[in-house]
Protein backbone atom coordinates (compact mmCIF):
# COMPACT_ATOMS: atom_id res chain seq x y z
CA UNK A 1 0.00 0.00 0.00
CA UNK A 2 1.59 3.62 -0.68
CA UNK A 3 2.14 5.58 2.02
CA UNK A 4 0.07 9.01 1.82
CA UNK A 5 2.37 12.10 0.99
CA UNK A 6 3.83 13.88 3.67
CA UNK A 7 2.28 17.26 2.69
CA UNK A 8 -1.27 17.70 0.76
CA UNK A 9 -3.56 20.74 -0.07
CA UNK A 10 -6.24 20.77 -1.61
CA UNK A 11 -7.85 24.54 -2.64
CA UNK A 12 -5.78 25.85 -0.32
CA UNK A 13 -6.79 29.47 0.21
CA UNK A 14 -5.70 32.78 2.30
CA UNK A 15 -8.01 35.67 2.05
CA UNK A 16 -6.92 39.01 3.29
CA UNK A 17 -9.45 41.57 2.97
CA UNK A 18 -9.63 41.69 -1.16
CA UNK A 19 -6.02 40.66 -1.47
CA UNK A 20 -5.86 35.97 -2.10
CA UNK A 21 -2.67 35.81 -0.79
CA UNK A 22 -2.55 32.33 -1.73
CA UNK A 23 -4.75 31.49 -4.06
CA UNK A 24 -6.57 27.89 -4.39
CA UNK A 25 -3.21 26.08 -3.77
CA UNK A 26 -3.19 21.96 -4.72
CA UNK A 27 0.19 20.64 -3.25
CA UNK A 28 1.94 17.68 -2.84
CA UNK A 29 5.03 16.61 -1.30
CA UNK A 30 6.27 13.12 -0.94
CA UNK A 31 8.37 11.40 1.89
CA UNK A 32 11.90 12.30 1.61
CA UNK A 33 11.43 15.40 -0.71
CA UNK A 34 13.42 18.55 -0.63
CA UNK A 35 10.45 21.19 -2.27
CA UNK A 36 11.88 24.26 -3.64
CA UNK A 37 9.26 26.90 -3.45
CA UNK A 38 10.25 29.56 -6.02
CA UNK A 39 8.74 33.02 -6.68
CA UNK A 40 9.07 37.16 -6.32
CA UNK A 41 8.65 38.60 -2.76
CA UNK A 42 5.11 39.23 -2.00
CA UNK A 43 3.42 36.03 -4.16
CA UNK A 44 2.51 34.43 -1.15
CA UNK A 45 5.42 31.56 -0.09
CA UNK A 46 5.72 33.04 3.46
CA UNK A 47 1.49 32.67 3.88
CA UNK A 48 1.37 29.28 2.56
CA UNK A 49 4.53 28.05 4.57
CA UNK A 50 2.78 29.64 7.89
CA UNK A 51 -0.45 27.55 7.20
CA UNK A 52 1.44 24.47 6.41
CA UNK A 53 3.25 24.85 9.86
CA UNK A 54 -0.34 25.39 11.49
CA UNK A 55 1.01 29.17 12.74
CA UNK A 56 -1.89 30.55 10.14
CA UNK A 57 -5.45 29.47 9.50
CA UNK A 58 -6.54 28.84 6.15
CA UNK A 59 -9.31 30.78 4.64
CA UNK A 60 -10.71 27.80 2.54
CA UNK A 61 -9.38 24.55 1.77
CA UNK A 62 -7.44 21.77 3.47
CA UNK A 63 -4.02 20.76 4.76
CA UNK A 64 -2.70 17.33 5.02
CA UNK A 65 0.06 16.23 6.71
CA UNK A 66 1.16 12.74 6.30
CA UNK A 67 -2.51 11.87 5.61
CA UNK A 68 -3.90 13.34 9.00
CA UNK A 69 -5.94 16.48 8.51
CA UNK A 70 -5.27 19.70 9.81
CA UNK A 71 -8.83 21.24 11.67
CA UNK A 72 -9.44 24.65 11.69
CA UNK A 73 -9.53 26.38 15.55
CA UNK A 74 -7.19 23.36 17.02
CA UNK A 75 -3.92 23.72 17.86
CA UNK A 76 -3.21 19.90 15.79
CA UNK A 77 -0.77 19.12 18.50
CA UNK A 78 0.26 15.99 17.16
CA UNK A 79 0.41 17.21 13.78
CA UNK A 80 2.76 19.90 15.07
CA UNK A 81 4.88 17.60 16.69
CA UNK A 82 5.89 16.15 13.27
CA UNK A 83 6.66 19.58 12.04
CA UNK A 84 9.81 22.03 12.05
CA UNK A 85 9.43 25.40 11.34
CA UNK A 86 11.58 28.17 10.72
CA UNK A 87 10.17 31.28 9.75
CA UNK A 88 12.37 34.58 8.21
CA UNK A 89 11.95 36.23 11.81
CA UNK A 90 11.93 33.70 14.41
CA UNK A 91 13.80 35.57 17.82
CA UNK A 92 17.11 34.34 19.26
CA UNK A 93 18.00 35.14 23.30
CA UNK A 94 21.37 37.08 23.16
CA UNK A 95 21.73 36.33 26.64
CA UNK A 96 21.24 32.59 26.86
CA UNK A 97 24.28 30.26 25.63
CA UNK A 98 23.65 28.61 22.46
CA UNK A 99 23.18 24.84 25.06
CA UNK A 100 20.98 26.93 27.12
CA UNK A 101 18.49 27.99 24.22
CA UNK A 102 18.52 24.48 23.04
CA UNK A 103 17.65 23.00 26.36
CA UNK A 104 14.87 25.15 26.84
CA UNK A 105 13.42 24.41 23.26
CA UNK A 106 13.68 20.81 23.88
CA UNK A 107 11.75 20.79 27.13
CA UNK A 108 8.95 22.82 25.60
CA UNK A 109 8.92 19.02 23.42
CA UNK A 110 8.96 17.02 26.50
CA UNK A 111 12.66 15.82 25.73
CA UNK A 112 13.64 14.35 29.28
CA UNK A 113 17.21 12.89 30.35
CA UNK A 114 19.53 11.48 29.04
CA UNK A 115 17.75 11.65 25.80
CA UNK A 116 17.61 15.47 25.59
CA UNK A 117 21.61 15.80 26.47
CA UNK A 118 22.27 13.42 23.95
CA UNK A 119 19.71 15.19 21.25
CA UNK A 120 21.36 18.88 21.98
CA UNK A 121 24.72 17.26 21.32
CA UNK A 122 23.78 15.81 17.94
CA UNK A 123 22.17 18.69 16.93
CA UNK A 124 25.01 20.35 17.63
CA UNK A 125 27.12 18.22 15.80
CA UNK A 126 25.30 18.49 12.57
CA UNK A 127 24.75 22.54 12.38
CA UNK A 128 28.77 22.33 12.94
CA UNK A 129 28.22 24.80 16.13
CA UNK A 130 29.77 21.88 18.82
CA UNK A 131 33.05 24.23 19.48
CA UNK A 132 30.14 27.47 20.23
CA UNK A 133 28.25 24.90 22.70
CA UNK A 134 29.18 27.77 25.80
CA UNK A 135 28.92 31.05 24.20
CA UNK A 136 26.72 33.59 24.42
CA UNK A 137 23.79 33.89 21.50
CA UNK A 138 24.77 37.25 21.27
CA UNK A 139 28.23 36.89 20.08
CA UNK A 140 27.45 34.66 17.09
CA UNK A 141 27.52 35.34 13.63
CA UNK A 142 24.69 35.99 11.53
CA UNK A 143 25.20 32.52 9.58
CA UNK A 144 25.86 30.84 13.19
CA UNK A 145 22.55 32.32 14.77
CA UNK A 146 20.85 31.43 11.61
CA UNK A 147 22.26 27.38 12.19
CA UNK A 148 21.35 27.98 15.97
CA UNK A 149 17.68 28.76 15.06
CA UNK A 150 17.51 25.11 12.33
CA UNK A 151 18.87 23.59 15.25
CA UNK A 152 16.09 24.62 17.15
CA UNK A 153 13.27 23.33 14.69
CA UNK A 154 14.60 20.03 14.73
CA UNK A 155 15.75 19.27 18.16
CA UNK A 156 12.21 17.40 17.83
CA UNK A 157 13.07 15.13 15.24
CA UNK A 158 10.50 16.22 13.07
CA UNK A 159 9.48 14.21 9.90
CA UNK A 160 8.94 17.84 8.00
CA UNK A 161 10.73 20.62 8.27
CA UNK A 162 9.49 24.15 6.54
CA UNK A 163 12.12 26.75 5.99
CA UNK A 164 11.09 30.32 5.25
CA UNK A 165 14.32 32.18 3.12
CA UNK A 166 16.83 30.42 5.74
CA UNK A 167 19.54 31.84 3.66
CA UNK A 168 18.02 35.26 2.72
CA UNK A 169 20.78 37.85 4.12
CA UNK A 170 23.70 35.68 4.61
CA UNK A 171 27.43 36.19 3.12
CA UNK A 172 28.59 33.51 0.68
CA UNK A 173 30.19 30.77 3.40
CA UNK A 174 27.17 31.12 5.18
CA UNK A 175 25.25 29.79 2.23
CA UNK A 176 27.35 27.36 1.63
CA UNK A 177 27.56 26.08 5.45
CA UNK A 178 23.85 26.59 5.87
CA UNK A 179 23.25 24.78 2.05
CA UNK A 180 25.44 21.67 3.65
CA UNK A 181 22.95 21.31 7.14
CA UNK A 182 20.55 20.88 4.88
CA UNK A 183 21.91 18.82 2.94
CA UNK A 184 22.86 16.21 5.65
CA UNK A 185 19.00 16.46 6.52
CA UNK A 186 17.82 15.32 3.53
CA UNK A 187 20.33 12.66 3.68
CA UNK A 188 19.09 11.54 7.23
CA UNK A 189 15.53 11.19 5.08
CA UNK A 190 13.29 14.45 6.48
CA UNK A 191 11.00 16.03 4.12
CA UNK A 192 11.76 19.23 3.66
CA UNK A 193 10.16 22.82 2.24
CA UNK A 194 12.04 25.51 1.68
CA UNK A 195 11.48 28.99 -0.25
CA UNK A 196 13.54 31.24 -1.79
CA UNK A 197 13.53 34.18 -4.64
CA UNK A 198 17.05 32.96 -5.93
CA UNK A 199 17.13 29.93 -7.66
CA UNK A 200 20.62 29.22 -7.26
CA UNK A 201 20.20 28.76 -3.49
CA UNK A 202 17.70 25.73 -4.40
CA UNK A 203 19.31 23.66 -7.82
CA UNK A 204 22.06 22.27 -5.99
CA UNK A 205 19.89 19.49 -3.56
CA UNK A 206 16.39 20.53 -4.39
CA UNK A 207 14.31 17.19 -6.03
CA UNK A 208 11.57 18.90 -6.74
CA UNK A 209 10.46 22.68 -7.42
CA UNK A 210 7.25 24.86 -7.42
CA UNK A 211 6.43 28.49 -8.60
CA UNK A 212 4.56 30.65 -6.78
CA UNK A 213 2.73 34.03 -8.87
CA UNK A 214 0.43 35.86 -7.12
CA UNK A 215 -0.78 33.71 -5.20
CA UNK A 216 -1.30 31.04 -7.28
CA UNK A 217 1.08 27.77 -7.67
CA UNK A 218 1.59 28.06 -11.52
CA UNK A 219 4.25 24.84 -12.14
CA UNK A 220 5.15 22.19 -9.65
CA UNK A 221 7.49 19.29 -11.10
CA UNK A 222 9.92 17.14 -10.56
CA UNK A 223 13.53 18.93 -10.90
CA UNK A 224 14.96 15.83 -13.34
CA UNK A 225 11.46 16.44 -15.44
CA UNK A 226 12.18 20.16 -15.35
CA UNK A 227 15.96 19.45 -17.07
CA UNK A 228 14.43 16.35 -19.55
CA UNK A 229 11.89 18.64 -20.53
CA UNK A 230 14.38 20.93 -22.54
CA UNK A 231 15.30 19.35 -25.62
CA UNK A 232 18.34 21.16 -25.62
CA UNK A 233 21.96 19.95 -24.88
CA UNK A 234 24.46 22.72 -23.47
CA UNK A 235 28.35 20.98 -24.66
CA UNK A 236 31.46 22.65 -24.08
CA UNK A 237 34.11 21.84 -26.55
CA UNK A 238 37.76 22.45 -26.04
CA UNK A 239 40.79 22.01 -28.76
CA UNK A 240 44.11 22.65 -28.99
CA UNK A 241 44.30 24.11 -32.62
CA UNK A 242 42.92 26.91 -33.79
CA UNK A 243 39.84 28.12 -32.46
CA UNK A 244 38.61 29.87 -35.34
CA UNK A 245 38.79 26.56 -37.02
CA UNK A 246 36.85 24.69 -34.58
CA UNK A 247 34.16 27.19 -34.23
CA UNK A 248 33.44 27.01 -38.40
CA UNK A 249 33.17 23.15 -38.27
CA UNK A 250 30.61 23.29 -35.23
CA UNK A 251 28.56 26.32 -36.82
CA UNK A 252 27.99 24.50 -39.75
CA UNK A 253 26.95 21.23 -38.33
CA UNK A 254 22.97 20.22 -38.09
CA UNK A 255 21.61 20.72 -34.92
CA UNK A 256 23.83 23.44 -33.51
CA UNK A 257 21.64 26.66 -32.35
CA UNK A 258 24.01 28.72 -30.64
CA UNK A 259 28.02 29.23 -30.55
CA UNK A 260 30.27 31.19 -28.13
CA UNK A 261 33.45 31.28 -27.07
CA UNK A 262 34.28 30.63 -23.40
CA UNK A 263 36.68 33.35 -21.95
CA UNK A 264 39.04 30.57 -20.15
CA UNK A 265 40.96 28.09 -22.19
CA UNK A 266 40.49 27.56 -26.21
CA UNK A 267 36.98 26.09 -25.05
CA UNK A 268 33.62 27.03 -27.20
CA UNK A 269 29.90 26.79 -25.77
CA UNK A 270 27.51 25.41 -27.81
CA UNK A 271 23.47 24.65 -27.71
CA UNK A 272 22.46 21.54 -29.52
CA UNK A 273 19.27 19.84 -30.08
CA UNK A 274 19.64 16.47 -30.64
CA UNK A 275 19.51 12.75 -28.78
CA UNK A 276 23.02 10.66 -27.58
CA UNK A 277 23.72 9.13 -30.17
CA UNK A 278 23.57 12.10 -32.35
CA UNK A 279 25.98 14.03 -29.35
CA UNK A 280 27.80 10.93 -30.02
CA UNK A 281 27.78 11.32 -33.67
CA UNK A 282 29.11 15.65 -33.26
CA UNK A 283 32.06 14.33 -31.23
CA UNK A 284 33.15 11.81 -34.26
CA UNK A 285 32.89 14.45 -36.72
CA UNK A 286 35.12 16.86 -35.33
CA UNK A 287 38.11 14.07 -34.85
CA UNK A 288 37.05 12.70 -38.60
CA UNK A 289 37.58 16.35 -39.68
CA UNK A 290 41.03 16.29 -37.70
CA UNK A 291 40.68 18.74 -34.77
CA UNK A 292 42.18 18.02 -31.87
CA UNK A 293 39.76 17.65 -29.44
CA UNK A 294 40.63 17.60 -26.04
CA UNK A 295 37.49 18.53 -24.15
CA UNK A 296 33.79 17.43 -24.66
CA UNK A 297 31.55 17.48 -22.25
CA UNK A 298 27.96 18.45 -21.60
CA UNK A 299 27.12 20.90 -18.97
CA UNK A 300 23.12 20.97 -17.37
CA UNK A 301 21.01 23.86 -18.29
CA UNK A 302 20.65 26.06 -15.01
CA UNK A 303 17.54 26.64 -13.37
CA UNK A 304 17.29 29.84 -13.68
CA UNK A 305 17.65 29.32 -17.55
CA UNK A 306 14.93 27.48 -17.57
CA UNK A 307 12.51 28.91 -15.91
CA UNK A 308 12.97 31.98 -18.01
CA UNK A 309 12.54 29.92 -21.25
CA UNK A 310 9.17 29.20 -19.69
CA UNK A 311 7.98 32.81 -19.06
CA UNK A 312 9.00 32.85 -14.92
CA UNK A 313 11.78 35.43 -13.87
CA UNK A 314 13.45 35.38 -10.29
CA UNK A 315 13.23 38.82 -8.28
CA UNK A 316 15.91 39.74 -5.74
Do not use: W
Request: net charge negative; hydrophobic share 40%.
Amino acid sequence: MTSPAIVSTQQLTKQFDDLAAVDQVNLTIDTGEVYGLIGPNGAGKTTLIRMLAAAEEPTVGDIFIQGQRMLRGDTNPEIQRQIGFLPDDFPLYDDLTVTDYLDYFARLYFLKEPQLSDRIETVLNLVSLTGKRDSLIGGLSRGMRQRLSLARCIIHQPTLLLLDEPVSGLDPIARIEMRNVIKRLQAEGVTILISSHVLSDLEDFCTSVGVMEKGRLVESARLQALYERSNVQNIIVGTTGELADLEAALTSYDGVQACKRLAVGSRIGIEFSGSEDEIAALLRSLITAGLPIVDFSRTRESLESIFLKMGYQETA
